[in-house]
């Protein structure tokens, strides 16, 4: 049984997402919440699989509200609910630590089927989002071509690839592992062996002591 908590401030949505997916086999309700602070306090004392949370939400907002039940309650998915695909939203909630999106003008049946594959451990991206996801990392990528410092890089004795910096410039940016892999098209395993071999030429196995290091590696500019 997949045990479901919807959080979003307008009640006829709440209420409708209530009724499409209680009536599912294998799906059930557990809790409903109109706003960020509801949400992650029934998170912690319900411990939903799924969450499907509203980003924009009065006393906290759905992007908060994600990143302290990721933090409190790390085993659940949070699936971001929107009308829009705005590119500062998308990341964000991505670097965040969302499990994926989904559009409220989806089928039901669509809706259904996407909480079953985030269950089973895929990225959830809807064409839309992800148009707008890619273009945004497009520019970020553009802008950040040369962000490490060649200078810095060679008097600490390192040398990466472009794959690896790219992979590190998303770990600097928050991106999970899950993330890494969606963004770049890439298997799970691939990116673990990646970032395996960076945490291996940087002298630690601790993320943040990684992402730390990483960030004393990029220009002036580019890190700010």
């Known amino acids: 049984m997949i045990r479901i908590m919807i959080a979003d401030d ?26 960020g602070q509801e949400a992650w306090q ?25 990143r302290l039940i990721k933090r409190d309650v790390p085993d659940t998915i949070v699936l971001m609910l929107t009308t829009f695909a705005e590119d500062r939203f998308i990341v964000d909630a991505m670097a965040g630590g969302a499990d994926g999106f989904l559009l409220k003008d989806m089928p039901s049946r669509q809706i259904v089927q996407t909480i079953r594959e985030a269950m089973d451990g895929g990225v959830i991206l809807p064409a839309a989002i992800a148009s707008k996801l890619a273009a945004r990392l497009s520019v970020l990528d553009r802008g950040r071509a040369d ?51 960076i945490y291996n030429k940087l002298g630690t196995s601790d993320r943040k002591e990684a992402v730390a290091i990483m960030q004393g590696l990029l220009l002036e500019d580019a890190g700010s």
């Open 42 to 66: 029934q998170a912690k004392e319900q411990r939903p699989d799924v969450i499907l949370m509203d980003i924009k939400m009065p006393v906290m907002d759905g992007i908060e509200a994600m």
């Open 10 to 35: 307008q009640r006829l949505l709440r209420e409708g997402l209530q009724t499409i997916l209680q009536s599912e086999e294998g799906l059930a309700i557990i809790g409903v919440c109109e706003n």
């Open 147 to 197: 962000s490490f410092d060649e200078s810095k890089l060679g008097r600490q004795g390192f040398s990466f690839t472009e794959r690896e910096r790219k992979i590190m410039l998303l770990m600097i940016e928050g991106y999970s592992n899950r993330q890494i892999s969606s963004t770049l098209f890439m298997s799970d395993g691939t990116v673990r062996n990646y970032i395996s071999v």
